[in-house]
């Protein structure tokens, strides 16, 4: 297979395609008011599987947490039972029978809130969220249950504030507390036919993103101009910015390998290569992509070499991910990656969903050691593949991904930009 280089350009019309394509999406929605939200069903369903799993624990209700950390990321379960995201931070109580409640950082947000959320029941903490959730378990006649803890779990661990966790164990000496934050990620881990739909949006805009950049981009903009281009590509459709990793480093004298969490003024310049890895989002629905751009000249032979071996390790592992398919594929798919005499730095291979979820997988040859997940995939998972190729000196690398769906017939990608090395 031939990996698409410098100068093949995308599909006439591409960018007009996918903004058409979210106005129509856009009009599907279902909405309250002017606030989108799934279907009563879908709701209904994901109820029911948190709560067979809550009796097969033994629970009696969860509290859940998240903050607006990882770029909301943090907020998934939140997100995920109740469609509020909070700019601050939020819990929520989920009983095994009885009333949910919302409980978000402040008033000022509530009229937003009440909006967006899907329970009846939704209030501001007033400042003392320990003794408002306590209030809400006495209320449901739970000071003594069992109570599922439901933190929030991305790269790093489980994580709720010592306060307020410290007032429910003083304040219910009765009640047990057990750790609760997995049995969130295991039913969100497949997404239904409507969580897909909003994913794929997610994807159309992150897209639109990419050849925004094509079309714009020139040589001598800085990072935050760069960046500009990236969010007024997708916002005009109803995006929302997840991720916008953006860097340029020189491809004579390289001084980065993996994009800039944040801008920068650096300015580009003939022979740069920008790094990025960009995510726009419908609801915090996003999709993932990662293309490296050359800057006014064509990629030199080390960077191309980068570029085709990424690609070839990129087309093995999409090929090797099916339901039924294990971590053990993934890592054997992508260690051409050492094979061919490079390393990686970010992780090869990740979940996706609300926020980065399990597995991560990585190659062999990776420089940075991180903690392994075993999975079996299944039909409705997404994933983001994303080699991240560094030379044998540590001194230049690129990223080349998509976010991809497992169907029953193997994985597909949900992004629709061309794989090619980008050229401004």
Same mark, same amino acid.
């Given at each position: ?255 980065? /390998?993996?994009?800039?969490? $944040?801008? @920068?003024?650096?300015? =580009?310049?003939? !022979?740069?290569?920008? *790094?990025? #890895? ?58 051409? /990656?050492?094979?061919?005499? $490079?390393? @990686?730095?970010?992780? =090869?291979?990740? !979940?996706?969903?609300? *926020?980065? #979820? ?67």
């Amino acid at each position: 297979m031939r990996a698409r280089g410098a100068g093949d350009g995308p599909p006439r019309f591409f960018w007009n395609a996918r903004r058409l394509e979210c106005k129509k999406e856009n009009r599907r929605m279902p909405a309250a008011k002017d606030h989108p939200r799934f279907p009563k069903e879908e709701y209904s369903r994901r109820y029911r599987e948190i709560r067979k799993r809550m009796r097969a624990r033994g629970l009696d209700v969860l509290v859940m947490y998240g903050d607006s950390g990882s770029h909301g990321g943090n907020q998934a379960s939140i997100k995920y039972v109740t469609n509020y995201q909070d700019p601050v931070s939020s819990f929520a109580v989920f009983p095994l029978k009885g009333e949910p409640a919302l409980y978000i950082s402040n008033r000022l947000y509530l009229p937003y809130a009440k909006q967006m959320s899907v329970f009846g029941r939704t209030e501001a903490v007033d400042y003392d969220p320990g003794a408002k959730v306590e209030r809400r378990i006495r209320e449901l006649g739970l000071e003594k249950g069992a109570i599922g803890v439901v933190g929030y779990r991305g790269i790093l661990k489980t994580s709720i504030p010592f306060s307020v966790m410290d007032h429910w164990r003083r304040a219910l000496p009765g009640a047990s507390f057990a750790e609760a934050t997995e049995l969130l990620h295991e039913v969100r881990a497949v997404k239904s036919k409507e969580e897909l739909k909003w994913f794929r949006r997610g994807a159309a805009l992150t897209d639109m993103a990419f050849e925004a950049l094509e079309k714009m981009a020139r040589p001598g903009m800085t990072d935050y101009e760069l960046a500009a281009i990236v969010s007024n590509a997708y916002m005009p459709s109803g995006g929302g910015q997840q991720l916008i990793f953006i860097g340029s480093t020189s491809m004579a004298r390289p001084h980065l /390998i993996f994009p800039n969490q $944040f801008p @920068t003024h650096r300015r =580009t310049r003939k !022979g740069d290569i920008v *790094l990025t #890895e960009l995510s726009a989002g419908y609801h915090m629905h996003s999709g993932q992509a990662h293309r490296p751009i050359s800057v006014g000249a064509g990629p030199t032979p080390v960077y191309r070499r980068l570029y085709e071996v990424a690609v070839e390790a990129y087309e093995r592992i999409l090929r090797a991910v099916k339901p039924g398919a294990n971590q053990d594929d993934v890592r054997r798919a992508g260690s051409i /990656i050492g094979e061919e005499g $490079f390393t @990686t730095f970010d992780t =090869t291979f990740h !979940g996706w969903g609300l *926020l980065i #979820e399990n597995p991560r997988v990585d190659v062999d040859a990776t420089l940075i050691e991180r903690p392994q997940n075993e999975i079996v995939f299944r039909e409705g998972m997404l994933m983001v593949i994303q080699p991240n190729l560094v030379t044998p000196d540590s001194k230049g690398g690129l990223q080349v991904g998509n976010l991809v769906e497992v169907t029953k017939n193997g994985a597909r990608s949900l992004q629709k930009f061309p794989m090619k090395f980008m050229r401004i």
